[in-house]
Each structure stands twice: as C-alpha cells, then as structure tokens.
C-alpha cells in the first residue's frame, strides 16, 4: 500500500512498529458522562489523514470526521446524545440529532413530522436513534491491503407494523482517505411495507469558508419552497445570525456527484486545497437533498442523496413516489466518500 508517500508491504510496516494500531486502525470506547453516558464509539484511522468515529448507539452513524486533525463534519449542539433520551414526537428529533458526518433517516418516515393513515410520524424517523446489533469492528489483511470494517444490523419493527432490517457495513483501507458505506434494507414481514431513507451528510468549518465552493455534477437545481430563489446553492459565507434555512432539490441526470472544495484547507504544513467528493448509485437513490444553514452556532451544509424527498410520508404517497418493499424483498445502497 502507498503510505508517507512510499510504497510499502505489510511485512515492512511491521518491522517498524511494536503493533500496526500506531499507524491505523479501531479502536472502541464508551463515553461517561452527561447525556452521552453509555454511547459507544468507534474509532477508525486510516494512516493517510483521515479519522471518522462511528456510533453503534446510534444505527452505525458516523460522527466527528477528521482530515488530519482538522474537523470536516458539523456536530450538534446535542452532542452524541443517548438514544434514551430521544424523543419521537413532531420535532423532538432535533433535541438528540447528533450532527456528525452522516445522520440516516428512516426507514419508513423522513422529513416533516406529521400524520399518515392514523399513524403519528416525527421528524425524520427512528432509525438515527436506534441501537444497533450484532456488532463487530475488525482490521483483516489481504496481501499487503489492510481494510477496517465496523458492521452490524439495525431493525424498525412494530407488531402489527412494518418490520424492516438494515444490514450496514463501513469500510476503509490503510493508506486510503475513503470511506465507502454498504448498506441492505430487507422487509423482513409479510406485508409490503413503506420504505423511506435519507443519508444525511453535514460538512462544517473549516471545510466551509467563505471560499469553499459545492460542485453539483450534472443536476438540475429548485428550491423546495416555491418563490425561494437558488441563488448561492453553489458558494457559502461567512455565519449570519439573521439566516434562514433553505433547501434545494436537485434531479439528478447521469451518475450523481457532489464535490465540496476549499482551496485554503488547513494542513498541517499551511493552506491547500482540499476536495471532498461524495459519490452514489442513482438507481436506489434517485433524489439529492441540499441544506444550507450558514446561520451563526449553526453554520452547516447538507448534502442528503435518498428514494424521497423531505416533505413526509404522507406527501410522498399523495404524490404518488412513496417507495415500498414486499414483503421478503431486499434494496441495496452504496455511497463513497473520497478526501484528498
């Protein structure tokens, strides 16, 4: 593998280290105090700068992300709250979301809380604030590769309800600035079952600047309230106190990416440009949800590739695009997440 701008073996990085986790690798903890009390965390290091936390406690979502040291996600001002804590009325969701490089929602509610067919729905769905099972966080060589891998399974079920398992895998590769998220969603019941998900993913300071610029490839752009002009969807700017959420819906042609840009990223040597290129399949995904909230202690951005949009359940279905698996029936997702 490259690593310190050389070529290595696996054999040759042994040699130099007592044991390989002083270059990269896992490492698993559990926090202690305040509402982040018992959340489990793991740590994986790639060697090659970057550094991402995943959360068992939390549907295997990712938290803080680090390029060298230096923040690329957005935290909350809830911290990695709890899920104990959770509230799941109308927009209780927004006590104890946690921020952090990617939040899901799901898997059968997203967007706005409200009502559809008797049931009460909250913002965004339960799947953020579900724990996971089955976990297992593991560094395995093939040759002279070495890839780190936390997996496990999250369920959504209800008697009488829908019964939906998410499978997830997360993998990156020593030497490599990559993320890649696999994840399998199967109706495990035997009723066919609505099926709605976002990956929402939050980029902060100081990957946001002034010059940081959003490059949407091959997408036409609107926003979501109508009369709300598009301008700026592509730049960002200084936090404003007085700033108002806007969100854009962009449809998607050809092979969907976002590139997120700053040339004055702080390394560890200066400034340099750093590009941060989020990347899916539009087969399963067909929807690009953008967030900008430059506002100030908010100051994030997100970029939220989904089957839906963010107006709720019921909407989809008066629309007539609400997503629905049989009863047995799996979907596949795949997203990348490239630094460098």
């Not at 957005?74 to 006590?95: K, M, T």
């Not at 990156?172 to 998900?197: A, K, T, W």
Request: overall charge negative; aromatic content about 8%; proline content about 5%.
């Amino acid at each position: 593998m490259n690593l310190y701008g050389k070529k290595w073996t696996r054999r040759e990085l042994e040699a130099r280290v007592g044991r390989i986790e002083q270059i990269a690798g896992i490492k698993r903890f559990i926090f202690s105090e305040g509402r982040e009390t018992g959340v489990e965390q793991i740590q994986v290091r790639t060697g090659a700068g970057l550094c991402y936390y995943v959360i068992p406690s939390k549907g295997l979502d990712i938290s803080l992300t680090e390029y060298h040291g230096v923040p690329i996600s957005w935290q909350s001002p809830n911290g990695d709250a709890h899920p104990s804590f959770y509230e799941a009325e109308g927009n209780g969701w927004l006590r104890t979301a946690s921020g952090g490089l990617l939040m899901t929602c799901g898997l059968t509610q997203v967007g706005t809380s409200g009502e559809d067919q008797g049931e009460r729905l909250g913002l965004h769905g339960r799947i953020h604030h579900t724990p996971a099972r089955q976990v297992a966080a593991e560094s395995s060589w093939n040759e002279d590769a070495m890839e780190m891998t936390v997996s496990g399974v999250i369920e959504e079920t209800s008697i009488f309800g829908g019964q939906l398992i998410l499978s997830r895998r997360i993998r990156s590769r020593l030497g490599e600035n990559e993320i890649v998220i696999q994840d399998e969603v199967r109706n495990s019941g035997f009723q066919r079952c609505p099926h709605m998900i976002l990956y929402h993913f939050n980029f902060g300071f100081p990957l946001l600047s002034e010059d940081t610029i959003i490059i949407m490839k091959d997408t036409k752009v609107r926003a979501r309230e109508s009369g709300d002009s598009i301008s700026g969807y592509e730049t960002w700017q200084a936090p404003d106190a007085d700033y108002q959420e806007r969100v854009y819906y962009h449809e998607l042609s050809g092979e969907p990416e976002v590139q997120i840009e700053n040339p004055y990223f702080p390394h560890p040597h200066g400034f340099g440009k750093v590009r941060v290129t989020l990347g899916w399949s539009a087969e399963t995904l067909p929807n690009l949800v953008q967030w900008k909230m430059p506002g100030a202690g908010t100051h994030v951005l997100g970029i939220e590739p989904g089957n839906c949009h963010v107006e709720g359940r019921q909407r989809e279905r008066e629309q007539g695009t609400l997503v629905y698996l049989e009863p047995g029936e799996t979907v596949k997702y795949e997203i990348r997440l490239n630094l460098g």
